[in-house]
C-alpha cells in the first residue's frame, strides 16, 4: 500500500459531483402512452427477446428493429461509441401492480460522465431499417421474481410490450455462474468486460462481494466497469461498508483509483440532495470522511506495527510457505507482484527458483537481495553487466521494489549511474531507485545536482527515495534539507513526504526526522511524525509521541493512533505512559 494524498482525487469527485443534476422518473407506463400518441404510425419499433421466461439477474439480450414506412419523415437513430450520459435507447418494465422495476444507474452517466466526447454512429432511417441489441439489464434491475410487462423506448419512440416471467435464481444455480465468471476473469481481469457486466446484473451479496474482490490492482479489472455493477447495487453504501471490512480484515488490497471509488460509494446517500450547492457541502466533507476512514484501514492491516507478531502467531504464513513451491502460476505471480506488501524471508526458498532459469524474474531478483544480499550479488552484477540491463527498462516497478529492500552499494557501477544521471534520458523514479540502492557515497554531489535540475516535478514517492539515499550518505546535510522540502512543498502538503517512509527501510539516521514532525504546528505534519514512530521508533521516541497525541487533543486521528500504541506489543510503557495513553483513549482500554 502506498501513502496517497487525497487532496488531488477529492477535486475531481466533487467536481464531478458539482455537475450533477437530478430528475424526476415518470411511471413508465404513463409515458409509453405520451409517446405512443405521439408517434408517427410510419416508424416502427419492434422489440424481440430470445425468450421470455429469465433468473434473477440473467442477462437478457433485446433485439431492436428501426423501419420508417414514410420515406417523408426523417428520423434519427443509433448507438455509441462508449458510455454517453444516456444509452442509445432504454428499457421499462412494471411488475404486475403497475410498479415501475428501477433503472439503476439513471442517475450515474450525468454524475460521471465520459473524458472523452465519443462519436455517435446515427443512422437515418429514410435510407432502411436498422437493427439494434442491447442488454435490458444495462437500464433495468429486477429486484423481486414475478411477471413484468417490458418495452423499449428510443429517439422517442416506444415499441410493443411484451410480458416476461422473472424466476427466482437457486443458490446453486449462483453459485455456477460467479465461479464460471472468475474463472474466465482469470488472474487477469484486463479484457473481461463482458463477465464483469454478468456480476453486476447478477445483483446478489455473492456477486457484489466478487465485483469488489476485482478492485484488488492485482487482478487488472476494469475499475470503470467494476464501478457499475457496484454503483447499480440496491444501496452503494453497503458495499463501501463491506470494502472497508474487506480491508480491515486483510483480505483487500487497492490503489488510489479503488479508494476513490470508496469514496464514491459513501457519497451515494447525499445525491439525493437537489440542491446543487448543498451537494458539494455535504459531498466535500463526506469525502475527507471516508478517506480517513480507509486509510486508517490500511494501517491497520497493513502494520500492526513493525515487529508485531501476526495476529494468528504467523500459522497462516507458515501453511502458505509450506507450500509455496506448489502454488499455482497466477498466484506466484501475484505474490512476486506484490513483493513490497506481501513478501518475507518465508519465501526463500520460492525466490531462489523464480530469481534463477528459466523464469529469471526480475521482481524475484530484488526480493532475493533483500532476504539474501550475499546470495543476490554476483547476479545483480551479472544484470548491471548486460547491454540492455532489465533495471533501465520502465516496465518494471523498479520505484516500487528496489526502495523496500536494504541497499546493496556496488562501487563499481558508480560510473554506470553517473552517466545515466548525466543523459537524463531515464525516468526519475527509475534512475533515483537503483542509485538509492546500488550507488555508493560518491555519487552523492551528482544526485543532488539531478534533483536540483529536476526535483520540482518528482512526486512524493520519488522524492522520499532521494532522501533515503542523502540520509545514507549524509544524514547531517539530509536532515535540514528533508525539513525544508517538507515546509517549502509547492502546494503546501509537504507533510505527505513522510508517507513513504513508513514503508522503506529505516535507519537511526532518520529518527531526528520524526521527532521534528512530532513538533509540528500542522496536525497533518506531527500525525505524519506519530506514524513513523508507531513504525520506526524506539524507546526514546514513545515519549514526545504521547506528548504530541495530548498536545493535538480528542478526536478521531488521535483515538485511532492512541488505540495503535495500546495494540501494540513492541512497546515497553512505563504505568505512567500507559495511564496517559489510556486518558486520551477515553478510558476505553
Known sequence: MRFFPMAGWMGVALAVIGSCFLYAQATPDSKWQELRGKQPPALHLKLTLPKTEFFQGEQIDATLDYSNDDPKISCLVGSYYGTLDEPPAIFHALD?????????LK?????FPPLFDWARILHDLTKGPYTLTLPVNDTVRFDQPGVYVLYAESASLVSQKITITITSLSADKEKQIITGVLQKIGADGSSARKEISELGYLQTPAARAALISLLDPSRHAPLDWVKEGLFAAPDPTVEAAQILAEVQAEKLNMDEHGVKLYGELKLFHVLAVEDRGEVERVARQE??????????????????????????GGKARAALAAHQLKLPANHVKELMDNWDKWGSSDFLPLVRREAGPPTNNINALIALVGIKPDEARPRIIEEFQRPNSRFWEDNYPASTFLPSVQPMPLPQFDSLFRSKLREGKLPASIIISVIGCFGSPVLLPDVLDFYRKNGSTWNDTIKAGLFLYWLRCDPKSAIPALEQEIQTHANGDGWDLLGPFNYLPWTDDE?????????????????GGIVLVLAHGDEMSLDPAISTLERLGPGSDTTHYVR????????????EQRKRLETLAGGSH
Open 511 to 527: 529518527l531526528p526526522i520524526a521527532l521534528w514532525a512530532l513538533k509540528g504546528s500542522d496536525p497533518n505534519l506531527a500525525y
Open 287 to 312: 469525502v475527507i470522511d471516508a478517506t480517513k476512514d480507509l486509510w486508517m484501514a490500511f494501517e491497520e492491516s497493513r502494520g500492526k506495527n513493525r515487529g508485531d507478531p501476526d495476529s494468528d
Open 107 to 111: 442517475w450515474y452517466h450525468p454524475l
Open 564 to 575: 495503535q500504541f495500546l495494540k501494540s506489543t513492541r512497546w515497553h510503557y512505563t504505568d
Open 96 to 104: 404486475e401492480k403497475g410498479n415501475a422495476a428501477p433503472d439503476p
